[in-house]
């Protein structure tokens, strides 16, 4: 995986033209909440990330410049160790602070989400249960439906309808907590959410990005590295201080 971010990686077909001058060119075959996509030739794809952060159940939703390149800085270090580990991921190359090269996979409108403490959602829908915070006994993954203005959990009977591999996707997500536990390791992972896509073969592969906006982390001191500190209504320069502590931990 390339350090270089110059900008000058060619097509995938090698049609003489960089990828970045596509997008000065040509507008996004897909917008997101959060990225801007150009599909290309050879079954890959143009990605942008938006410094967007959004949490709906704290009514926010803001640009926060600089929060970009360090989600990305973040992204490139996750897919090396996971492909390291033999977990397929879509990242292929990073060629600008906020661009990378992907492989295309359609994604699916839900995500796998896995928890290692009580936290979030869990204790919000499900209050009683857990105290926040706690150490949940073993890992724990579920599966929500991706729509607006909130996400909402799905029962697995209704992907296994569809004909989705199911028990598969919780395999590849505990290896992926695996992965980020012993990586980050003393930054601990309380929680994260994927998205995985499927080759023409079958073969799961992770396509959605993973960086503080997607995932709890906290420092061995206790205090929160990710989004967390956006939904407490802290301001953008403290949020780009406390993301780049991360980076000084990880390798």
């Known amino acids: 995986m390339s350090a270089n971010y110059g900008g000058d990686v060619d097509y995938p077909a090698g049609q003489g033209i960089s990828v970045l001058d596509r997008a000065k060119t040509a507008d996004p075959d897909i917008v997101g909440r959060s990225k801007r996509l150009w599909l290309l030739p050879g079954g890959q794809c143009l990605v942008q990330i938006i410094p967007s952060l959004r949490s709906f159940t704290y009514e926010r939703d803001e640009l926060v410049e600089r929060t970009g390149p360090l989600r990305l800085d973040f992204y490139e270090k996750a897919a090396a160790r996971l492909a390291a580990a033999g977990v397929p991921c879509a990242f292929r190359e990073r060629i600008s602070a906020d661009f990378y090269l992907a492989d295309y996979r359609p994604a699916p409108p839900f995500e796998v989400i896995v928890k290692n403490r009580a936290t979030g959602s869990t204790t919000r829908k499900y209050p009683g249960l857990f105290e926040d915070g706690a150490l949940l006994p073993r890992p724990v993954v579920k599966f929500d439906y991706r729509c607006d203005p909130e996400d909402q959990p799905i029962g697995e009977d209704y992907l296994r309808a569809l004909g989705l591999p199911v028990e598969a996707m919780r395999e590849r997500a505990l290896a992926v907590n695996d992965v980020l536990r012993e990586w980050l390791s003393p930054v601990e992972v309380w929680d994260f959410c994927l998205i995985f896509g499927q080759a023409d073969d079958g073969e799961l592969t992770v ?34 201080n406390q993301w780049s502590r991360i980076l000084d931990v990880i390798q």
């Not at 997607?214 to 001191?221: P, S, T």
């Open 207 to 240: 396509i959605s990005e993973i960086s503080q906006d997607c995932m709890r982390l906290r420092h061995q001191d206790g205090s929160p590295l990710d989004k967390d500190l956006f939904r407490d209504g802290v301001a953008g320069d403290e949020i780009v």
